[in-house]
């Protein structure tokens, strides 16, 4: 499949009741260039509003060598050959039986159905469940652990659009604290975290999440007011899944299969994970 070498726009299509939505993605060389998106009203157009689509879009955007669909327009020879000789190249219309051009296909699928239901999205879900004030699109955790219950380190994961973001990945050994304490030690690194994003002016979270029950989420706050930062805060005990929001006294508790949850349990297992790692690497210097 030489995926690298030949240009594709991958289209998704859907029609509701009131609407016919298409989602366009320009690969170009195997890299993704653009997503578009267009709506009809679908009581407007009476015959074929795909075929429609295709020769009216194509008219304007010069043809790629393939255009992958779930499904093919019925004359699709003639548009074809259409496309071909407005493009002044082969063209060709396909329907991915299996490989990367299908899992291509299905992720637009699902950025159209999160497009027509945004309440589908597990992060509008997330927002909606903690009365977030934004879609949480940045979402930064932090861990704290101990070597051998003495030398305390600290983790803290990015995840950017529900997605690992590693190269944000940030790695703590605790410098002010003295002895085993959690909530002091979260201070610090919450502190050194965020003073340094002010400073160099880089890009905020809009959610951060800590690991721990009330202590460590106030502990964390505090700090995050300190700095003059209106981001919300929450802890996440992972013993009964309780979630500990700022304004709230009792925890809140999300229905286990619940894809905010899960986003939120990926997030926190991430962080564990990362923070073995360090352990592992300082236990191999001692």
Do not use: W
């Amino acid at each position: 499949e030489n995926f690298q070498v030949k240009n594709q726009d991958f289209i998704s299509f859907k029609k509701t009741h009131e609407l016919f939505a298409i989602q366009l993605f320009e690969f170009r060389k195997g890299t993704l260039l653009t997503k578009k998106e267009f709506k009809f009203k679908s009581n407007i157009v009476e015959k074929d509003i795909l075929e429609d689509f295709l020769q009216n879009y194509y008219s304007q955007n010069k043809p790629p060598h393939e255009i992958v669909l779930k499904e093919l327009p019925k004359n699709f020879v003639d548009i074809q050959q259409a496309l071909s000789e407005l493009a002044q190249h082969n063209v060709v219309l396909t329907i991915p039986e299996k490989g990367q051009k299908k899992k291509i296909l299905e992720m637009v699928e699902k950025n159209l159905d999160y497009s027509l239901n945004p309440q589908n999205d597990p992060l509008v879900e997330l927002k909606n469940a903690l009365f977030l004030p934004s879609i949480p699109k940045i979402i930064e955790c932090f861990d704290v652990s101990h070597l051998g219950g003495q030398n305390t380190t600290a983790s803290m994961v990015a995840f950017l659009e529900g997605k690992p973001n590693k190269a944000q990945y940030r790695r703590f050994k605790i410098r002010t604290v003295q002895g085993i304490d959690d909530f002091a030690s979260m201070q610090e690194v919450v502190g050194r975290r965020y003073s340094r994003q002010i400073r160099e002016k880089e890009p905020m979270p809009n959610l951060i999440l800590i690991d721990g029950g009330k202590g460590q989420l106030s502990s964390a706050l505090k700090i995050v007011l300190g700095l003059g930062l209106k981001i919300p805060v929450i802890g996440l005990a992972k013993k009964n899944e309780e979630l500990f929001v700022t304004a709230r006294n009792t925890p809140i508790i999300l229905d286990k299969k619940s894809p905010a949850l899960k986003i939120l349990t990926n997030i926190m297992d991430e962080a564990h994970r990362f923070a073995i790692k360090y352990q592992k690497k300082l236990r191999e210097k001692v």
